[in-house]
């Protein structure tokens, strides 16, 4: 797992290397180095594979071909094999280089050939031609600006902004859709309006004659509604086998690898499978004798979870490490966690993840993740009431009756927040400029005005879910530089899913029917049953009570009520009010409001200077 870097065009080698050290926490191990004509790439490197010999950026035989890439391909093994027997010659172990040897021979289609988390930059000289590629779902980032001089990339947009002459303004319509919606990462468009991001599952070439993007990997989705069981058994048996060999992917390293575990049904089964492995005797060099599990715990029973954490490790001999995150650490850590994610963002559950990862970081150099689940199964409460509304639509009354007693638990938050929504909505917009929100107004819908399921599902795969969180678990983990990998975003297993009737989702009551089927008998029946769903949580209504002295200060502030987006009074008003204990729901808002005010602060203010 690394940082990149690259300028095409007018090259200025200082600030390249400004560029490396401004992400040297993404690669502290090891920092290299290419210089061509029009051409400069950089990397810094976290060694992970090939820990002696990896360093990069890596060329083929002759010098003509020049890569430096962030992530893992996961099958690198089968394929280097693959090109050897194609008399291509390596000088390195790495996965990196099979990349490399990949464009060779297949050119820009070879990124369908990987299995990874990957964002590269190759440079081919012979075609005088910068060929970069993010994987299919976004887990590693990849962020551009062209300013007609030059084209500039890198894994963070604080390097970009390493670069003097590049203009910073705010992206004013990504700014209202946050604001409004709570939507981020939906787009290429970021925060910063003259920098974009490349898109997951999509490549771009960069020469003299300009930008070229194309999309390469899609997710195709079966919106059948099938609730027969003839075929379970073979879908599980599938299912499951596909998870399996995608943990073990995730364990091929040199370095010590650990589990998120947050108690949930996706990440205990993560660590069971691991401990399965363990016992075959796969990756015991990386794991030790103990599997290390981290989590985030609290004080509050009611979001507290070692109860199940508990459950999941008390027949395992697992190692159990546990972080307290608490309000006065938020507000210590915010700014700089603000200057990690390079974006504003949505609650205050990333710093949960932000504190797990410190955590992690102090035992191991890799860490595997649930990420994934919720969306690929429908693991998310409200599904179940798109469901339902799905069952209407196509005259299925008997089993919308029967779905609907079975599920009442899970479907009546879902008609509440449904409900409760456009109301949300509006008063949002008077807490924000009426001349800002003109400019706006009309432009963006919410996500859950839809009543198909799998589309639904698909869209929070490819942009308004996941793109988002993976952001989120890259920032938070290589901020100190440890390596997220996430089983659940294998694109095999994803594809079978969404391949599958959504009914293998949803289904007697159940959300994640096939994934509870897949784990019976080896996941405790207490967690694989488990009703409740927390998500990622933190007390944050209590928290930002706690903090009421500290936001006040800020929204009450000369230079928030300057920035031109907010009805400063209103949002006074409001946040008193949610402060007395009313407006309960809006947590989320005001967090929003708070977040884009210290973004301003990290990247605005100050001379324009990130902390």
Sequence with gaps: MCGIVGIFGAVNRSLLKKMCNSIKHRGPDDEGYFFGKNIALGNRRLSIIDIKGGHQPIHNEDNSIWIT??????????????LEAREHKFYTKSDTEVIIHAYEELGEACVKRFNGDFAFAIWDSNKKQLFLARDRFGIK????????????????????????????APNDRIIYEYLTYGYQDHTEETFFKEIKRLLP???????????????????????????????DESYVKRFYELLEDSVKLRLIAEVPIGTCLSGGIDSSSIIFIVNKLLSAGIARDVIGKVQKTFSACYEDKEIDERKYINEATKTTGIEKNYVFPSSEELWEDLKK??????????????????????????????????QGGDEALAGYIPYYGVFLLNLWKRKKLFHLIREFFLSIDLTFPFIKEYLFMSKRESN????????????FEGGTKSKWRSDDLAENLYLDMVRYSIPHLLRYEDRNSMAFSIESRVPFLDHRLVEYVFSLPITQKLKSGWTKHILRNAVKGVIPERIRKRRSKLGFPTPEIRWMKELKGEIRRVLSSEKFKKRGYFNQEEVLKRFDEFCEGKWSNYSGIFWRVLNLEIWFEVFFDKGGRCL
């Design 69 to 82: 890439y962030n992530g893992e391909v996961y099958n690198f093994q089968k394929l280097r094999k693959q």
């Design 141 to 168: 980032p990849l962020y551009y600006c062209q300013d007609g001089r030059r084209f500039i990339f890198a894994s963070e947009i604080k390097a970009i902004l390493q670069d003097k002459k590049i203009q910073r």
């Design 201 to 231: 599952g999509h490549y771009m070439t960069v020469d003299r004659n300009g930008i070229k993007i194309k999309r390469y990997w899609d997710l195709k989705v079966n919106k059948e509604i099938d609730f027969s069981s003839e075929n």
């Design 337 to 370: 966690l603000v200057h990690h994610q390079d974006e504003p963002f949505a609650s205050t559950s990333i710093f949960a993840q932000w504190d797990v990862m410190k955590l992690a970081s102090r035992k191991v150099t890799v860490v595997l993740d649930g």
């Design 428 to 439: 949002v917009k008077k807490m924000l400029n009426l001349e800002f929100v003109s400019k």
